[in-house]
């Protein structure tokens, strides 16, 4: 299992080359090449690339396929999350906890099309946040702030307590709904002399969630030690793996996981 994650890890070095490609491609060809007039709207790069380079005789219609399938599937987890998510762990535990598993399942379809309704409703508003890439962007970082701050917490450092995550998850939600609608008023108006990047906005966001949940976790009763004990890393955990067998060099976690290491930090300080 250790081994599998950082085996993830090394494929998901790939994917901003992958995610990007295309559109290197389609630079490439406009602005290196010369050979057409510059996109008035960035997220017109894919249907001009399937347009200018796929064959007509059939394999736009395969792209384009491959590519509504892959909406839709997406669309279909995401709605399934949803309402298993909100079905089971909010209704059936805070609002009925006597309901019917049919209750259950018809709660679960109408938080379903009602998230899909309000993903409608919002879907105009994209281009004003800068297009579909960034809006995809920022929202993911935006929402992931929060309960990385409360994995890396919970992992990292034995004091951290029921307490201090329901407050880094639900505080932290509003704590980065503030700070990503308030530094933009704050440029847009004067108060501040420059425009300050999404990422860096969630980068402060987070650093003022940590504290929070440092604040709360000591303010309140640390956990028992055999509820953070199996849950919280250790340097030992990399020696203690293959413990008892003999394992080949070229097995050991602790070299895949410093060659990963090495190029993560890398890749992270040469793409500043």
Known sequence: ????IIFAGFINLA???VTCFLGFIVCHWIHNMKMDAPLENLDHTFPYALTHFAPAWGLRGIVLAGFLAAVMSTISALANSTATIFSLDV???LINQEASEARIVWVGRITAGTALVVACLAAPFVERLGGVFTYFQTGVTYVATPFISVLLLGIFWKRTNYAGAIFG???GIFIQAVFAISFPLLYKYGV???ELHWLYVAFIAQVIIMIGIVIVSLMTAPPAEEKWKPIVWTPQLLSQYGQGKKTPWYKTLRLWYAIYAVIWFYLYIRFW
């Open 192 to 194: 501040l002399p420059f």
């Open 91 to 93: 209704y059936k535990k």
């Open 1 to 4: 299992g250790m081994m599998g």
């Open 15 to 17: 994917r901003p080359l």
């Open 169 to 171: 998850i639900l505080g």
